[in-house]
């Protein structure tokens, strides 16, 4: 099964928003509710930020917000600053065979 | 607080066997699922595998056949074995805890493995 579909970069001012999308099939994001998101800085691991479509963990702001239509997930970040710039990555549960899956990453640049 | 660290061999020859070995301190390895997840260069991830302290495994069926996973619940440890590398194995390998379903919450630094003669 393909990787999840995902906008090679995006990029924002400082304050403004910017929403990351992440397209699947009706065999995982469109099935489940188990999207994940994730930031990954240069040389680190990645982290997680949202889970469950919508959740943050403790320690994550508010300014990022998940959601889910169909077959497409979202990140929003609201309130851009300047370290949000990384990669970030979707993912999903894909059924009891594929069982996780991944988005290619996207690039988010503050400009 | 949790903390993971991975460990193993940075080179591996081609038709080997890539082992690995994530240790966990700061928590109990029971409870949770743990994977191995690895990053090729410049790429994106990869999830490769799971298991949890019972022992019940799943893997990525790209990869199935090559692929074992272990853990040791009296070292706090979790094993990955790749039979048969080749240099598309080569990545940088993570250990992640999955929290809840689908969510990895705690991961290591990552190790990088190159395959190469």
């Known amino acids: 099964q393909s990787a999840l579909t995902q906008p090679r970069s995006v990029s924002g001012s400082p304050g403004q928003s910017i929403t990351i999308s992440c397209t699947g099939t009706?065999?995982?994001?469109?099935?489940?509710?188990?999207v994940s998101w994730y930031q990954q800085h240069p040389g680190k691991a990645p982290k997680l930020i949202l889970y469950?479509?919508?959740k943050r963990p403790s320690g994550v702001p508010d300014r990022f917000s998940g959601s889910k239509s169909g077959n497409t997930a979202s990140l929003t970040v609201s309130g851009l600053q300047a370290e949000d710039e990384a990669v970030y990555y979707c993912c999903s549960y894909a059924g009891s065979y594929t069982f996780v899956l991944f988005g290619g990453g996207t690039r988010l640049t503050v400009l | 607080q949790v903390q993971l660290q991975e460990s193993g061999p940075g080179l591996v020859r081609p038709s080997e066997t890539l082992s690995l070995t994530c240790t966990v301190s700061?928590?109990?390895?029971?409870?949770?699922?743990w994977n191995w997840i690895r990053q090729p260069p410049g790429k994106g991830l990869e999830w490769i595998a799971y298991?949890?302290?019972?022992?019940?495994?799943k893997s990525n069926p790209s990869l199935n056949s090559r692929v074992t996973i272990s853990v040791d619940t009296s070292k706090n440890q979790v094993s990955l074995k790749v039979t048969s590398v080749t240099a598309a194995d080569t990545a940088v390998y993570f250990c992640a805890r999955e929290l809840y379903s689908n969510s990895f919450d705690a991961w290591g630094q990552g190790t990088l493995v190159i395959v190469s003669s």
């Open positions: 469950h479509v919508t």
């Open positions: 700061g928590g109990s390895i029971s409870s949770y699922y």
């Open positions: 009706s065999s995982d994001i469109g099935d489940y509710n188990y």
């Open positions: 298991i949890n302290y019972s022992g019940t495994t």
